[in-house]
């Protein structure tokens, strides 16, 4: 189970840091990542960390802006989201999947965070 918070309203250009905690699994072992869905709109794949921490993947619309880190004592991974644009609107979900490779098709999804950027 994923269970995300850090969701909420800020004006473009401030930052907002999400979180998410995983429990039920062997989660120190498993990829992480985010995705996120904009009204109307399709979901987007945005970050991912292998499970060690060495590989990291960033979607072009929120490279070096987001930062994706994980707390494997905590069972935990962050999306730290600076600058952030009206266009960055969208419900949040965390995922996880056993490799980083296939984590455009995740096997676990929470529940989502709405994150909305007011001009």
């Known amino acids: 189970q994923l269970v995300e918070s850090g969701g909420g309203s800020v004006r473009a250009g401030g930052s907002l840091r999400l979180s998410c905690v995983g429990s039920?699994?062997?989660?120190?072992?498993?990829?992480v990542g985010w995705f996120r869905q904009p009204p109307g709109k399709e979901r987007e794949y945005i970050a991912a960390l292998s499970w060690d921490g060495e590989t990291v993947y960033y979607g072009d619309s929120v490279k070096g802006r987001f930062t994706i880190s994980r707390d494997n004592a905590k069972s935990a991974v962050h999306l730290q989201m600076n600058s952030l644009k009206p266009e960055d609107t969208a419900v949040y979900f965390c995922?996880?999947?056993?490799?980083?490779?296939?984590?455009?098709?995740?096997?676990?999804w929470g529940q989502g965070t709405q994150v909305t950027v007011s001009s």
């Open positions: 995922v996880a999947d056993p490799y980083i490779s296939t984590m455009r098709d995740p096997d676990y």
């Open positions: 039920g699994g062997p989660f120190s072992s498993y990829a």
